[in-house]
Nanobody, 129 residues
């Protein structure tokens, strides 16, 4: 069992930046690839970014590529999402998730939400103009 808690959401002006954090506990953090997803009202939860077990591989949705950066600090059991050049399309609830798939030599970077076994409660990001 892994528990995930997001933080860092809030109100930011368009064009501004925000950094989300996700703190993990319960199991060895480096056993999991980590992902960020987001969900708007009435829409499916969509993939944002993923990072491999030791942070050497990353994957991004086209909508955030070049603006968002995912990173992790395994010593702190924490994954981050740095969000720059924010716009109204980024006004949504963000979730972090843990994926146990893969092995020591291969870390899955899945964009499919059903590949992730553990989820945080979400944190709201609101971009004003």
């Amino acid at each position: 069992q892994v528990q995930l808690v997001e933080s860092g959401g809030g109100l930011v002006q368009a064009g501004g930046s925000l950094r989300l954090s996700c703190a993990a506990s319960g199991r060895t953090f480096s056993d999991y690839s980590m992902g960020w997803f987001r969900q708007a009202p009435g829409k499916e939860r969509e993939f944002v970014a993923a990072i491999s077990r030791y942070g050497r591989g990353t994957r991004y949705a086209d909508s955030v590529k070049g603006r968002f950066t995912i990173s992790r600090d395994n010593a702190k059991n924490t994954v981050y999402l740095q969000m720059n050049t924010l716009n109204s399309e980024d006004t949504v609830v963000y979730f972090c998730a843990a994926d146990p798939g893969g092995s020591y030599s291969y870390s899955r970077l899945s964009r499919e939400r059903n590949e992730y076994d553990y989820w945080g409660q979400g944190t709201q990001v609101t971009v004003s103009s």
